[in-house]
């Protein structure tokens, strides 16, 4: 009796559960690497860094429905308010300390990140760009704060309370002697630039450009040399 040998099942492309700057984010960290994901929600993020790059570290979350999210996962996760501070943790303890879409909500940004470059060595923040043209069409046509599928809620219940602008960001970097090693505009060019030569051509757009055409952006810093 002969044995029909079934081809291999390819593996499962766990990055069709990340958000598009969550796979950017994804990319930039590098096998193996300590990590402190802040305010990470239900996990996905984390998740996958443990599973697919070999990760090891920690997430931080406040939220009592995210806390359950990361333990049925299995995640390595602890409350904390990252407004007060990253004090649990020493200079230098992670190569990764990652923000994802979680800027807009704390109330002392400029802290936070300083905090997150004290205990990490390459940071990694991505955030709704409140430059992009849409918004800026929505608010100039209706009048009102503008909804998208970023920026869902209601202005009065939203927990969207420092809203910014990719050139508010790198202003922000330079004021406070932050390296800027790379940044991406997410969805300029018609989705996330995976490939080198098109992150390439998106490094290369006009910052007036990439702040018009961006509905996310994400960056990857580290401490400045002087």
Known sequence: M???????????????????DQEIIASLVQDG???????????RLLDYLIKNKNARGFG?????????????????VYHGDIDQGLSDHTDGAFDYVILSQTLQAVRRPRFVIREM????????????????W?????????GRM??????????????????CTV?????LCRQMGINIIEQIPLAAWGGPPRS??????????????????APVAVFLLEKGKG
């Open 2 to 20: 002969t044995h029909r040998h079934e081809p291999p099942h390819p593996a499962p492309d766990h990055t069709s559960e990340l958000r598009i």
């Open 33 to 43: 690497a300590r990590i402190l994901d802040l305010g990470c929600g239900d996990g």
């Open 60 to 76: 931080v979350e406040i939220s009592t429905q995210g806390m359950h999210a990361c333990i049925a996962r299995g995640l390595p």
């Open 117 to 132: 470059l004290r205990v990490g060595k390459k940071i990694i923040v991505s955030f709704p760009n409140f430059g992009h």
């Open 134 to 142: 849409n918004i800026r069409l929505k608010l100039m046509v209706s």
């Open 146 to 163: 503008p909804k998208t599928p970023m920026l869902p809620h209601e202005w009065f219940d939203t927990p969207n309370i420092r809203m």
């Open 167 to 171: 050139l508010d960001f790198q202003d």
């Open 196 to 213: 080198p030569l098109k992150r390439h051509l998106v490094k290369m757009l006009p910052r007036t450009v990439a702040n018009l055409l």
